[in-house]
């Protein structure tokens, strides 16, 4: 896959003599002999974040070429989340995550309109089940006001339970701009569109590390398929260097222990990196108790234990909160994660949807799906903004932009992260 993807690229753009045939010679780091080439701009991770990213290069003119590990797009948490469109009343005021997440929503609804992705505008309720709570609520709704969500209501108890009779608060916060789409279907169109639009797309392709030589970066490539087998005592070579003009590291969970391989980059601007895995549990009856979102208060990690609707009309509740630890880099690369959902973690899911939903019967949940959150700060942390790193006096390396922590709401603002990249890089 990797030669193919890399020739079809390089038969497109030979033209313009951006791809070369040459040979790497006289790299310290062992690299002697292994085939080198060229390129425009290399986005990895084929998530909906780097297909967006991707997909805004191309329409602007630039040669594309997207390196993911996979056998296809969106298989980490592009494809392992709630599906909310966000309608970015969570975040600190002036962050990205706010600005990004407002401007994303009004850009996602208005992309999946025109081009009818299946996407709803269901509303959200978010409340508090006690006293205790409210005065969070109105934080919240402070903060929603001030990142400019306009829309935002302050409802006593007793409406939103008029709105909703399976409920059960003390005070909500209706966000009538929240809604859910179907994320595969977003990012096929996504894909198309890129594609059409002169980006090449090379799947079961992994990169595995990059050095800083001649004043730009290189990327150390490998087939995904000879990453599985491979023992740790030998040395992690790659099958071919490409050597880009514009680097964007949108590898999702993978993003930042590819950074520290990136020899040359200033390892202090790396952060740590923390996994947070989340489970969804079902609901067993199909006809669903409520017609808008349901959240309770965020907790240490998370957004709570919510209720999500599907286009479908199904229910899920999640994700809870998981951290986990001793990733290896190989494991982050290949995606090694385990997404199964034992069935007794239940029992932590029924007091807390009880809280808001009392009428949930014993031996109703079912085990739904997990996934993984690409987290900069671990258990009792302050919550990290994105972080979009570019610049050679950030880190160390021109033509690298690293995006790091693109966790919720990564994608409700997946299509203006891309203009943002795109408007800096033009600068």
Known sequence: MLGRALRRYGRKVAGAGVLGGTRLMGFAGGLEGIPRETADVVVIGAGVVGIAVAREFALKGRDVLVVEAASTFGTGTSSRNSEVIHAGIYYPPKSLKASLCVKGKELLYKYCFDRRIPHKQTGKLIVATSVAEVRKLEDLLRRGTENRVEDLRMMEGS?????????????????????????????????????????????????????????????????????????????????????????????????????????????????????????????????????????????????????????????????????????????????????????????????????????????????????????LSGPRQPPWDFVIQQGEDIHGVPGLINLFGIESPGLTSSLAIAEYIAARCSR
């Open 159 to 375: 409406q939103a339970m008029q709105m909703e009779p399976e409920l059960q608060c003390v005070k909500a916060l209706l966000s009538p701009s929240s809604g859910i789409v179907d994320s595969h279907s977003f990012m096929l169109s996504l894909v198309g569109e890129a594609e059409i639009s002169r980006t090449t797309f090379s799947y079961n392709t992994t990169v595995i590390g990059g050095h800083f030589e001649d004043n730009c970066l290189h990327l150390h490539i490998s087939e995904s398929k000879d990453l599985v087998n491979h023992t740790k005592d030998v040395p992690l070579l790659p099958q071919l260097v490409v050597i880009p003009k514009l680097v964007i590291n949108s590898a999702g969970l993978s993003a930042l222990p590819l950074a520290k391989r990136f020899h040359g980059l200033k390892q202090g601007v790396v952060p740590p990196a923390y996994y947070a895995r989340g489970c969804y549990f079902t609901l067993s009856k199909p006809k669903s108790p409520f017609s808008h979102l349901i959240y309770p208060m965020p907790e240490d990690g998370g957004l709570g234990v919510h209720v999500t609707l599907d286009l479908n009309g199904f229910v899920k509740f999640g994700p809870d909160v998981e951290w986990i630890d001793n990733i290896d880099d190989l494991s982050s690369f290949l995606n090694r994660f385990d997404y199964s959902v034992n069935s007794d973690r239940s029992g932590r899911f029924y007091p807390e949807i009880r809280k808001y939903f009392p009428n949930l019967k014993d031996g109703s949940l079912e085990p739904g799906y997990s996934g993984i959150r690409p987290k």
